[in-house]
């Protein structure tokens, strides 16, 4: 029983064995779908997409109200002639509410979506470096292909160049110290196919961890395209014109300084006077304590905070001077897109 469920164990294992020799080499379309669908720093940044326009719904919202009761008037030292401890007892209810001026919830909610519009351009800059380093690891691990290839192809040869010195040398028309020589130099190829190997073994587990794919072997994983260079078909003064066009660390610094603005505009509203209006209703539990007798009152008052010391005088700086920094930010991104279309 034992030795026929080996035999099966063993004839399954060959099948897999058969399939994963048999997977046919990625390209460069089906290794970057599985980059984007697997890497987990780009899916990470994808949700800090999602977190900045959580911030919006945060930034947006109102103050809440305030309710409050209270029962005052309480006689607790001195019993009146009913023997009721709460015999002038009045309950007050009351509710507040913070009144935001200069358009302070607009601001927030702006300043929001700005991080919003930064945080994507972020994301997209980064996959647009990740896809970059995934199409080196691509082109090396081609040329570490092609390397190992001709690694061989040379071994093969140098073979063969041995195979006719050892009929020379059994002929008689070379010396054994030639053939010797020469059979020392077959060490350089060896070791060229070594090498060549081992950069290819290299290539390829840097490409699998781009992919985040741990469960294949790294040899079953190729890789097939062109391995050729092509010169750009456009000038440079227009590959510049793209960059800024598209080039999204350039658009993130623009949308910084954006942002920037608006939170001045944000610091210079937070200087002001939010009023608080309250409304009010109060029954007393003895109506004719009070002179005339009240049953029921209203009331209503405005509280507003003097702001004689605090007016935001370091956000309103700091804001605009962050201003300045961004545009500096933005003027450094473009030299540097410049420099890398260059």
Aim: aromatic content about 6%; glycine content about 4%; hydrophobic content about 40%.
């Amino acid at each position: 029983m034992r030795l026929g469920w080996l035999i099966v164990g063993c004839v399954f294992e060959g099948c897999l064995a058969a399939n994963a020799a048999a997977q046919a080499p990625l390209t460069w379309t089906e290794v970057r779908a599985r980059f984007e669908t697997n890497n987990p720093t780009v899916r990470a940044g994808q949700l800090g997409i999602d977190e900045a326009r959580a911030d919006e719904v945060t930034a947006f919202l109102r103050p809440n109200p305030d309710v409050s009761v209270t029962n005052d008037q309480m006689n607790l030292f001195k019993t009146p002639a009913d023997g009721s401890r709460i015999h002038n007892l009045v309950t007050i209810g009351s509710v507040s509410y913070l009144r935001e001026r200069a358009g302070k919830r607009e601001l927030r909610r702006d300043s929001a979506q700005g991080a919003t519009a930064i945080a994507t351009s972020s994301q997209a800059d980064l996959v647009r470096t990740l896809t970059f380093s995934l199409r080196g690891a691509f082109v090396q691990l081609l040329q570490a292909k092609a390397f190992l290839a001709l690694a061989q192809a040379e071994l093969t040869d140098y073979d063969r160049v041995l195979a006719v010195s050892r009929d020379r040398l059994q002929a008689g028309d070379i010396a054994q110290i030639d053939f010797d020589r020469l059979q020392l130099q077959r060490v350089q190829y060896e070791s060229d196919v070594q090498t060549a190997t081992v950069n290819l073994r290299t290539a390829k587990i840097q490409l699998l961890a781009l992919l985040n794919d741990q469960r294949t072997p790294v040899e079953q994983l190729d890789v097939t395209g062109p391995y050729d260079f092509s010169a750009p078909m456009q000038t440079l003064d227009a590959l510049r014109q793209i960059a800024l066009q598209t080039r999204p660390d350039l658009k993130a610094a623009l949308e910084a300084i954006e942002k920037a603005r608006t939170d001045n505009r944000l610091a210079i509203a937070n200087g002001s006077t939010d009023p608080v209006v309250s409304a009010d209703v109060g029954w007393p539990q003895s109506p004719e304590s009070f002179s005339p007798p009240v049953n029921l009152y209203f009331g209503a008052s405005v509280s507003i905070p003097l702001r004689i010391f605090d007016r935001n005088q370091g956000e309103k700086l700091k804001t605009a001077l962050d201003v300045t920094r961004h545009e500096r930010l933005a003027d450094a991104a473009r030299v540097l897109g410049f420099s890398d279309v260059d």
